[in-house]
């Protein structure tokens, strides 16, 4: 046995390094579980310390340890941290430096939450879900309209930490934003809730204009004199207009709870009050969206039942015009001996005038009444 690990250590150094590793592992398996996992490195966004309105350090970003350190050390400061889709590992650490409960850790890790506010201790939990409009050249049964993802903001007394999941919302442009505003940034850690809803509202109404634009287009196609038999792009639209509803509606309430809440500094409850008021504005108008929705796709689906119920009467008029000659061939088709006008020479074209005869009749009373 001995030999035959040292004849094994004789071989590995000839071999290259990563199949010397691999032949490792499989020598030795329980390594694979000692190996300590390093997260998600590229999870941290941006990290910074802010303090008078300004950011400390310029724009270089810094180690969240040790923006921690500076933010407790100095009065009036906070750290405001990004992370973008972090995974356990990645968070563990945070929670660590930040002293966040592990619900908020789990919650954190995970997307797609709906929209709401929870407060755990001095932290409180805001999620807020992202919107963006996806352009299309046409309206299909299978066009993506509007995208979403989701943004947890978890607010503390000294820190910011913003958790986004999925590719709709970059916050860099906020951060930009709200640097610009050392007024609106010396109200804390809620300055970023701020900028951050406010930049969420603001996505929700761009995406309604857009929408708007395309139920117009849908309502110009539904209601012309020519019109084509699908309406799946309907359906779609509809769909995603369930999708954007769930973005936006159920945030109405948790801005509401939060403005009610002490939470808030003073100085920022009426940038506050008017994100809540452009809140309004984009739910009426979705709200309103998901109405006209319904209608457009209510009228196209009577337009397809009076169209079928017009082709019926088409079909049955012209049922009713064959069978004019069909009874009257079959009644003389009848292998009889003695029938009227068998033996005349004008019985042939007297059958074949009276087919047309009352054919055109029926043709004429039935184009007159609109059936045909």
């Given at each position: ?16 390094g ?27 966004v ?29 009065r ?60 299309h050249?046409?309206?299909?049964a299978?066009?993506?309209?509007v995208?979403?993802?989701?943004v ?36 804390g ?123 019926m ?18 009644v ?27 054919s ?10 609109g059936w045909?």
């Open positions: 046995m001995l030999g035959r690990n040292s004849e094994r250590r004789r071989l590995l150094p000839d071999l290259p990563g199949l010397k590793q691999l032949l490792g592992a499989l020598a030795h398996p329980e390594r694979l579980s000692e190996a300590p996992r390093r997260g998600n490195p590229d999870a941290v941006d990290c910074a310390v802010y303090a008078g309105g300004l950011r400390h350090g310029g724009s270089a970003q810094v180690p969240y340890p040790e923006a921690a350190r500076l933010a407790r050390r100095r009036g400061a906070f750290v405001w941290l990004g992370l973008h889709e972090p995974d356990l590992a990645t968070m563990r650490p945070v929670a660590e430096v930040f002293d966040l409960h592990e619900l908020l850790v789990d919650q954190a890790v995970t997307g797609g939450h709906r929209p709401g506010v929870q407060t755990l201790g001095e932290v409180t939990r805001l999620v807020l879900r992202t919107a963006r409009y996806v352009e050249n046409g309206l299909t299978t066009s993506e309209v995208e979403t993802g989701d947890t903001l978890l607010i503390g007394p000294w820190f910011a930490i913003t958790v986004r999941h999925g590719p709709v919302g970059p916050l860099r442009e906020v951060r930009t934003e709200l640097q610009s505003r050392p007024e609106v940034l010396r109200q850690p809620w300055s970023v809730a701020y900028a951050v809803g406010s930049r969420m509202v603001d996505s929700y109404l761009d995406v309604a204009d857009h929408v708007e634009r395309d139920l117009d287009r849908i309502e110009e196609e539904t209601f012309a004199s020519v019109r084509t038999g699908e309406f799946a792009h309907i359906y779609q639209l509809k769909r995603e207009m369930v999708e954007f509803k769930r973005a936006v509606l159920p945030l109405a309430d948790p801005l509401s709870r939060l403005l009610e809440s002490p939470g808030p500094p003073a100085g920022l409850r009426p940038y506050l009050e008017d994100v809540r008021g452009r809140l309004a504005r984009a739910v009426d108008r979705v709200g309103g969206f998901d109405d006209l929705v319904n209608s457009i796709l209510q009228a196209r689906l009577t337009q397809v039942s009076v169209d079928q119920n017009h082709d009467r088409k079909i049955a008029s012209w049922a009713a015009i064959a069978a004019v000659p069909t009874v009257i061939a079959g003389f088709g009848m292998n009889f001996e003695h029938m009227p006008g068998l033996d005349s020479p004008y019985g042939f074209y007297g059958a074949i005038g009276a087919m047309l005869l009352i055109g009749g029926a043709y004429h009373r039935l184009k007159k009444s045909l």
